[in-house]
């Protein structure tokens, strides 16, 4: 076009994107993507190299497993590669049916709702439930998705403390003549320090205030209570719980996330939660892959690895510990060492994965700023010879850092 020339002097409306950007990688704290080539396993090749892989959700290993790769192959094979549709229209395929059965079983409760994800399930949820006149309490370090879903629904959000029931106590008691309906939410693992939430606490102010109570089990699914059932079932906080999200995309292996609770909270998220109505449901290998993996979890193969799991962090940890580091809070697979500084924490792992470990470093705006850490993962699957080379390589790391 004649108006070229005057087009590339004009200025370029999304030249802050690329101003702020090279400000981040400036910084330091633009890493880039690291590629998987091959399976998600114990150890695997990122960027063409060979790494022990402790970045990864995938707890039990189910990702590569055969019973899930088979039932996957399966159900392309009968019923093709996509759904087709939303689930209100013509997506609702007989095995998404079967998978939120399923899974209703395996929670004990009535029934339950299969999302693309864990994010939609939070986000749909929570702004389906609530709405502008209502009350959201919240842990100050639960997940974008549920920040995302209580900012959706526009109701008016309190934050308490992390893991502080008296704080949110307070919040209740300043609220006592509030109006609207009120929602205690948290996390049941926290994913950045692997710490857990004070459920039993917060159920109490939950039945105490007269509050819906909810809970995320993003990365208790698989992991912790019987079977990998959740935090309701490891404190025992069955029937107190109203609305438990679970996702399908960490120890479960495959992809997607679920509300688990009662028959009419169910049926009124098929009819308002809006990632149910306005995306795609699940293709059947998919759904065809969490239900075999519930199955494994239901047998005593799935209770095998949620036991390996647990050995392999106490073994890791314990390995940790002699080599100086501390992780206090940590409850669960999940690890963080703290760093503090970003691009120190972003150096760390750079030099760990040249010396053949993969443990991601988390900054802003996943944590707070000055709150950069490395997270390390253990899966059911590492070996024991994995670990403890992996413990010798972070000690070796770290020290010349002076992060240990
Ligand atoms: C990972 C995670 C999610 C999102 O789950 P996806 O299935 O990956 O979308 C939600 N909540 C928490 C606490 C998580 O850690």
Redesign the pocket.
Known sequence: MSETGTQTTKKNPTQYISDQLSELRAKGVAPKLRVLEGEQKPVAIFDGREVINLAS?NYLGLTTHKALRKAALDAVKRYGAGAGAVRTIAGTMKIHLELEEQIARFKNVEACVVF???????AGTVSAVLGKEDLIISDEL?????IDGARLSKATIKVFKHKDAADCERILQEHAEFPGKKLIIT?????MDGDIAPLPELCDLAEKYHCIMMV????SSGVLGRGGRGTVDHLNCHGRVHIQ?G????AIGA???YVAGSRDLIDFLYLRARPFLFSTSHPPATVAACQAAFSLLDSPEGERLVKKLWANTKMFKRELKKRGFQFKVSETPIIPIHVGDAAKAFEFSKKLFDAGVFAPAVGYPVVAEGKARLRAMVSATHKREQLLRAADILAEVAQPLGIV
Request: net charge negative.
């Open positions: 959700n693309q994800s864990g994010f939609t399930a939070n639960n997940h974008a998705s549920i996390d049941g693992v926290f994913s995320d089990d993003a990365h999200v996702t399908l995309s960490k992809m997607g996330g």
